[in-house]
């Protein structure tokens, strides 16, 4: 039998480690992050996974790593941190709907509709929102995964 795994990249509470102090919340540009009864909590359906929110826990109370899953089985590889990986945008492919800008929780791509979107990369933190909006798939990963 071949096992196919479905693999996600994810952020953790480590509820002990957390003493509420609402940096991650501050810092998350998603609004993913409450902080109740004293611990974080992420949604994870508004997290984007940039890593911002692991960088900024002075108790490393918040890790970043890669679920795998499949039926009954589940494993986490820890990544040495937020992931080395940036996006590029291709033309050709390009239908103009400026889908990816408007998702960007970095407002590292902008433009106008009925042209491919500038990519900021400064601002670009790797979260791959806009590849996961992109209709056109015209957006691609560049880089690694840690």
């Known amino acids: 039998m071949v096992r196919t795994w479905t693999e996600v990249r994810m952020v953790r509470v480590i509820p002990r480690l957390c003493r509420g102090c609402g940096l991650c919340e501050r810092e998350c540009p998603v609004d993913a992050i409450t902080v109740r009864d004293g611990v974080a909590r992420i949604d994870g359906d508004r997290c984007v ?3 911002l929110c692991v960088r ?3 108790f490393d ?13 589940e494993r986490v590889e820890l990544l040495g941190g937020p992931p080395d ?8 492919r390009c239908v103009g709907c400026q889908a990816c ?9 902008f433009g106008n509709k ?5 990519l900021d990369e400064e601002r670009c933190v790797g979260c791959l929102e806009c590849v ?4 056109a798939r015209a957006i691609k990963p560049v880089g690694e995964e840690r």
């Open 61 to 73: 109370a918040l890790l970043m790593g890669r679920a795998y899953a499949q039926e009954g089985e």
């Open 101 to 109: 800008s408007s998702s960007c929780p970095f407002d590292a791509l």
């Open 49 to 51: 996974r940039c890593g």
């Open 56 to 58: 900024v826990c002075p």
């Open 85 to 92: 990986v940036r996006v590029r945008v291709i033309e050709e």
């Open 132 to 135: 996961r909006v992109c209709p």
């Open 114 to 118: 009925g042209s491919p979107p500038e």
